[in-house]
């Protein structure tokens, strides 16, 4: 299998990841070598505006007795979620859709607008450490932040603007990292620490963990609640569907924090000499992405088959779990890839091994209707009697009236 040419690989990168439905979440990301739009200075006069639908229902409180946090949380979802953000500034809207091809290394050793330090102490769970890379990349106008890892500081990011706004200062412990210092202000020079450090706790909840967290209100804002939903809009985007103004008992962060790291980047983008890098830097060639995949993974979605077996030389693990169990030889059959279905057997992988609910690879390609990879796994020893859920190789192949597959694997000898 011979890598695709550089000057092609956006464009089959993007194709490739259209048809995949487990890498869904992949589409667009760092396919291609496009620079960032040059960012709009962070002193020139911008006009933003967003606008709600027609009419915005009600807004209401949810009791504290009817909520995990214990305090009057605001749902502005009525007005977040019908709301489309728009600018005059046709520089705001090329800077917010231009996250998408940047991994955050421009970021590095910029001065927040307000130089202002907060000591703090929030601690996120890791896997084993938190690799450089992006944690949170806008992707609509309606997001209005990006976030970055690099060099043991988390950089919040203005997407209209491009103008950094929080440096936080990171100390790594086992399988945690702890926030000790925040350097700047999160929307106004003038916030209390205490909004500030909520206000990256919440971004880190709801933008990176993708949890329902509720974002801090400005003192007194509560007392209209149409105002504070607008302000949260204006503030966070079509991710904030609850605040409120009050202090309330930190929980514990369920999920832990990653990064799609500058080393999935590089096999996402096919680049063996920046993959060496970061391996040479001590990124663990395993680690998960935000999205639950280890860099073999990302590999084959790109159907890369020089990087495929760079990551394998160099020591990844060919059986290595997404955070759902799938092996990337399961999506290298859900990728219909009967050349990294066959290079992954070569190199070692198991044939039976089920994903977080019970599924093979076996199972995913008789669902699919492959009959050469069902063949292929079948020569190469697959059990065609698995039960998952209910279903068999056989059921789902008799699901979708595959009777080539099915007598396959009623005689796979």
């Known amino acids: 299998m011979k890598a695709n040419a550089e000057s092609a690989k956006s464009s089959n990168l993007k194709a490739i990841w259209n048809r995949i439905m487990v890498w869904e979440r992949l589409k667009g990301i760092f396919g291609s070598q496009g620079k960032p739009t040059t960012p709009v200075p962070t002193s020139a006069p911008t006009r933003t505006e967003d606008k709600p639908a027609p009419q915005v229902p009600d807004l209401n409180w949810i009791?504290?007795?009817?909520?995990?946090?214990g305090v009057r949380v605001l749902d502005v979802r009525p007005v977040t979620l019908t709301m489309l953000s728009t600018s005059q500034d046709p520089q705001c809207a090329a800077n917010a859709m231009s996250f998408e091809q940047d991994d955050g290394t421009g970021f590095i050793g910029q001065t927040p607008i307000t130089e202002r330090d907060v000591e703090t102490s929030l601690s996120f769970p890791v896997d084993q450490v938190l690799s450089d890379g992006v944690l949170f990349a806008p992707r609509a106008m309606e997001h209005k932040w990006a976030l970055f890892f690099h060099q043991g500081e988390i950089i919040a990011v203005r997407s209209w603007t491009r103008a950094v706004m929080l440096v936080a200062r990171v100390e790594t412990h086992d399988r945690h990292i702890e926030i000790t210092r925040i350097r700047g202000t999160l929307c106004a020079t003038d916030e209390t620490p205490?909004?500030?450090?909520?206000?990256?706790?919440?971004?880190?909840?709801?933008?990176?963990?993708?949890?329902?967290?509720?974002?801090?209100?400005?003192?007194?804002?509560?007392?209209d609640l149409k105002a504070a939903a607008m302000w949260c809009m204006s503030a966070?985007?079509?991710?904030?569907?609850?605040?409120?103004?009050?202090?309330?008992?930190?929980?514990?962060?369920?999920?832990?924090?990653?990064?799609?790291?500058?080393?999935h980047i590089a096999v996402a983008r096919g680049q063996p000499e920046a993959v060496d890098a970061c391996l040479r830097s001590g990124t663990p060639i395993d680690a998960l992405a935000a999205d639950g995949l280890a860099p073999l993974h990302w590999a084959l979605a790109a159907q890369d088959g020089a990087i495929i077996s760079m990551l394998l030389d160099r020591g990844a693990s060919v059986d290595v779990r997404s955070d759902q169990g799938a092996t990337?030889?399961?999506?290298?059959?859900?990728?219909?890839?009967?050349?990294?279905?066959?290079?992954?057997?070569?190199?070692?992988a198991d044939v039976n091994a089920r994903d977080g609910r019970g599924f093979t690879a076996l199972h995913r390609a008789a669902e699919m209707g492959l009959a050469d990879i069902v063949r292929l796994l079948l020569d190469r020893g697959a059990t065609v009697d698995v039960d998952a859920e209910g279903h068999t190789p056989r059921s789902l192949?008799?699901?979708?009236?595959?009777?080539?597959i099915l007598a396959m694997l009623q005689s796979p000898g």
């Open 63 to 69: 009791e504290a007795t009817d909520n995990p946090w």
């Open 328 to 348: 990337p030889l399961m999506n290298a059959v859900q990728a219909a890839s009967v050349e990294g279905t066959t290079l992954l057997l070569d190199r070692g």
């Open 194 to 223: 205490e909004f500030t450090v909520r206000g990256l706790d919440y971004l880190l909840r709801s933008h990176v963990l993708g949890a329902i967290y509720p974002a801090p209100l400005p003192p007194g804002i509560e007392a």
């Open 236 to 263: 966070f985007g079509n991710l904030a569907q609850l605040a409120t103004p009050c202090s309330f008992t930190r929980p514990d962060p369920e999920r832990p924090l990653r990064t799609h790291s500058l080393l």
């Open 397 to 404: 192949a008799e699901g979708r009236g595959r009777n080539d």
